[in-house]
């Protein structure tokens, strides 16, 4: 591939893999025919000569994380047919460090770090539109970062990304679990739709004739499956892996139902226990009353007695 009249900052590929798309320190946007290696477009990119990084959404809109012409960092969406245009522009903060977009195509997020930053910023990217939705917070700088692949979450935590934060400070790396809050101990369908999994949708010869295709999507628990079957995995194994995975991750899921049930009971449990707790106290305050009442009618009586023995005398 070439064109470039400058250092090469990044690179991503389409879904399909039949694009790629580079972010270069001459200010251009490229996207490159990945069978052919020739120019399919080119646009201006971010207006500085700092790094800036690029990343092919699942919907194919380009995502690049960069400087503005005032040094400010921000987030752009481009159309990969017509470059000439910026679709959207996020202004992210005024630090110096380079980003880091790191996007999840499952689940259209995207965590955002920088070169020399404490914070892990998180971005819902839906219907062309780029929306801050939180950010992790820390003492200590890093000075770079690594995610966690789909098939090593916990999904037991709702865990939806995992980061390793390398801490120099501390010469160490920090590890950075990032979870969805939720009461329900039940498995998340809604966090874990199906994602890549193993088996290639192609191999390297087809790709080679000119073929393109999507990956080929899996259920998240099948993918925890398979990955827990098998050690020393091998692309041959993967249709008896996906088997068994298939297998182990309906079990999961009537095991996870079963959970749900028995948290249901355990709740109704509760509830009638609390019925019969006051029932209980109810029943207390009726025999107090009863013995009260008791105790009245034996002092009446005795007061009748007296009163009649004295008539007598």
């Known amino acids: 591939m070439e064109g470039f009249t400058n250092q090469i900052t990044d690179f991503d590929f389409t879904m399909d893999g039949s694009q790629m798309a580079t972010t270069c320190k001459d200010k251009k946007l490229r996207i490159f025919d990945t069978h052919t290696g020739s120019v399919a477009m080119e646009g201006p990119g971010h207006n500085n000569m700092k790094v800036s990084r690029v990343r092919m959404l ?8 960069g400087f503005s012409s005032m040094s400010s960092r921000c987030l752009r969406l481009y159309d990969p047919r017509n470059l000439s245009g910026i679709l959207k522009e996020e202004a992210v903060d005024n630090a110096n460090g380079s980003l ?4 999840d195509p499952d689940l259209n997020l995207l965590f955002l770090a920088g070169k ?5 910023k998180f971005y819902e990217l839906d219907n062309g539109g780029i929306f801050y939705l939180n950010q992790y917070m820390s003492g200590d700088a890093q000075r770079g970062l690594g995610m966690m692949p789909k ?16 801490n120099v400070a501390k010469k160490l790396v920090n590890v950075v679990p990032l979870k969805v809050p939720r009461q329900s101990k039940a498995f998340a369908d809604d966090l874990y739709p199906d994602t890549a999994g193993y088996q290639p949708a192609i191999n390297a010869q087809e790709f080679a004739e000119g073929k393109n295709a999507q990956p080929k999507l899996v259920s998240f628990l099948e993918l925890q499956s398979a990955n827990a079957t098998s050690k020393g995995f091998t692309a041959t194994e993967a249709k008896v892996n996906g088997e068994a995975g298939a297998e182990i991750a ?6 996870a139902a079963l959970k749900t ?6 709740s109704s449990l509760k509830e009638k226990s609390g019925e019969v707790e006051e ?3 109810e029943n ?13 009618i034996a002092e009446l009586q005795k007061n009748g007695i007296e009163a009649s023995q004295v008539g007598s005398d």
Do not use: H, M
């Open 100 to 103: 880091f977009p790191y996007y």
């Open 279 to 281: 029932l209980r106290k």
């Open 58 to 65: 699942k919907n194919g809109t380009i995502l690049t994380a």
């Open 261 to 266: 049930e028995v948290g249901d009971v355990r």
């Open 151 to 166: 098939r090593g979450l916990d999904s037991g935590i709702n865990e939806i990304a995992r980061a390793y934060k390398l």
């Open 284 to 296: 207390e305050e009726l025999k107090g009353k009863l013995k009260s009442c008791q105790e009245e």
């Open 250 to 255: 309906a079990l999961k899921k009537e095991l």
């Open 116 to 120: 020399g930053d404490a914070n892990i």
